[in-house]
Structures are given as C-alpha cells and as structure tokens.
C-alpha cells in the first residue's frame, strides 16, 4: 500500500462490486437510447473507463475538463471550462460521470450548461456523494456510495494532483498535507 495512505476507505473489490451495482441500473435505465456518457476530468477518469466496460449496451463517450476559479479559500462557484466536449449534446440523453460530488457547484454548472445546449434528458452518475459539503441544491441519480466529510484521494481523487492512480480509496496520514 501507499505509505502516505492512513486507512483504505474502499478496496479495489468494494469499488468494482461499486460498479457493477451502477452499470447494471445504467443498462436497464437506458436499453435502446445510445446515452452519450460525460467524463468529468481529472478525477472521474478511472470511474468512468471501469464503469462503462461494465455496460454491454451502446452508449458513446466524450471528457469535458473543467476548474473552479476564483479565490481559493472562498470559492467563486464560477466554473471554467478547460476543454469542452467534441459532441454536440443536442438531443442526446446524456449521463454525467463523476467521482464525488461536494459543494455541487461543478455539477450544477455542467447540468445548466447541458439543459442550455438542449440535452433530451440529463443524469448524473458519481461514485461518492459527500452530502455534508453540499451548497448548492443538486442531487446524483445513480450514488456509489455516501462518504463523509473526510479528504478521499486514490482511484482518481487527487492531493496535488498525486494519488490519482491508486486502486482503491483512501485517507491521507495528517503529516501529509503538513509537508
Ligand atoms: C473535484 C471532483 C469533482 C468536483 C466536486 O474536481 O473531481 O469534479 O471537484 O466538487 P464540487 O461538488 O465542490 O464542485 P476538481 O475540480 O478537484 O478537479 P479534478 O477532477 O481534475 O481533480
Ligand atoms: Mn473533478
Ligand atoms: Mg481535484
């Protein structure tokens, strides 16, 4: 194991049983309608990737890149969009793929941004959903699993932008965040 990681929150076993749990509400919900699957870069890239190998059904997939900005300690709730999606969403039934929902603000962001370009429908799948961070009011249709307000990193989560590749989930040692 990594020796910066204090405890694992969810094994690689836990997230795949994670997945499959998901990827099989996704079959069923979607049958016939091709969905157009959002990848929400950085962190949701792993989710994403195991996720949709678990769907044998059509679907297509597309990454959007995008940052929060302004001051960091109080945050701006004004998102940037670093790379938009090749596909235009018109139309399209399209499922948002992310790792964890916090504050909400991205994905109410990427939510009004896709009702605007005229989506048919919009869902959104996260991994983890943290409840307690919540600020603005917007909710997953598809929840891997409810996390507390700890600071996950590993299976796409990043701390300074390490951890990114670890299997499973975890918390960091405090002695971390003091280097
Ligand atoms: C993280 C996470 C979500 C977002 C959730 O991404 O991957 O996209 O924050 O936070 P929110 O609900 O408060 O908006 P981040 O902006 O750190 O970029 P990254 O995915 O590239 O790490
Ligand atoms: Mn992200
Ligand atoms: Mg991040």
């Given at each position: 194991m990594n020796p910066d990681i204090l405890k694992v929150l969810y094994s690689r076993?836990?997230?795949?049983?994670?997945?499959?749990?998901?990827?099989?509400?996704?079959?069923?919900?979607?049958?016939?309608?091709?969905?157009?699957?959002?990848?929400?870069?950085?962190?949701?890239?792993?989710?994403?990737?195991?996720?949709?190998?678990?769907?044998?059904?059509?679907?297509?997939?597309?990454?959007?890149?995008?940052?929060?900005?302004?001051?960091?300690?109080?945050?701006?709730?004004?998102?940037?969009?670093?790379?938009?999606?090749?596909?235009?969403?018109?139309?399209?039934?399209?499922?948002?793929?992310?790792?964890?929902?916090?504050?909400?603000?991205?994905?109410?962001?990427?939510?009004?941004?896709?009702?605007?370009?005229?989506?048919?429908?919009?869902?959104?799948?996260?991994?983890?959903?943290?409840?307690?961070?919540?600020?603005?009011?917007?909710?997953?249709?598809?929840?891997?699993?409810?996390?507390?307000?700890e600071f996950v990193v590993g299976y796409g989560l990043d701390y300074a932008e390490r951890y990114r590749n670890l299997p499973y989930i975890g918390v960091l040692k405090p002695e971390v965040y003091a280097k």
């Amino acid at each position: 194991m990594n020796p910066d990681i204090l405890k694992v929150l969810y094994s690689r076993e836990d997230i795949q049983a994670i997945n499959a749990r998901l990827a099989a509400q996704i079959k069923a919900d979607y049958a016939g309608k091709n969905p157009l699957v959002v990848c929400i870069l950085k962190g949701a890239i792993l989710f994403m990737t195991d996720l949709v190998r678990e769907i044998d059904d059509y679907l297509e997939i597309d990454f959007m890149d995008v940052s929060s900005y302004g001051d960091a300690t109080i945050s701006s709730g004004e998102v940037k969009i670093i790379k938009d999606l090749d596909t235009s969403v018109r139309g399209r039934d399209v499922l948002i793929v992310e790792d964890i929902v916090d504050t909400g603000r991205t994905l109410r962001y990427l939510m009004d941004m896709f009702q605007t370009r005229q989506a048919n429908s919009i869902k959104v799948c996260t991994l983890m959903d943290k409840p307690e961070g919540r600020v603005v009011d917007v909710s997953a249709d598809y929840v891997g699993t409810k996390v507390p307000n700890e600071f996950v990193v590993g299976y796409g989560l990043d701390y300074a932008e390490r951890y990114r590749n670890l299997p499973y989930i975890g918390v960091l040692k405090p002695e971390v965040y003091a280097k």
